[in-house]
């Protein structure tokens, strides 16, 4: 059976390792959107024009 004292470390451990995921990921949008924002207008048009066009 896991001590107290060890789940506690274990815990504070995982915590740590979520901020750390959820850091990185932040960091990732912060510097994604510039280049992600103008991808799904585009995709939107082009799906809108394809529907249209053959018609």
Known sequence: MISNSEMIRIRRQMQR??????AERR???QLD???AAPAPSGADQEVCVADNGPG
């Open 17 to 22: 390792r979520i901020r750390d995921v959820v």
């Open 27 to 29: 960091r990732t949008r």
């Open 33 to 35: 959107p510039p280049l």
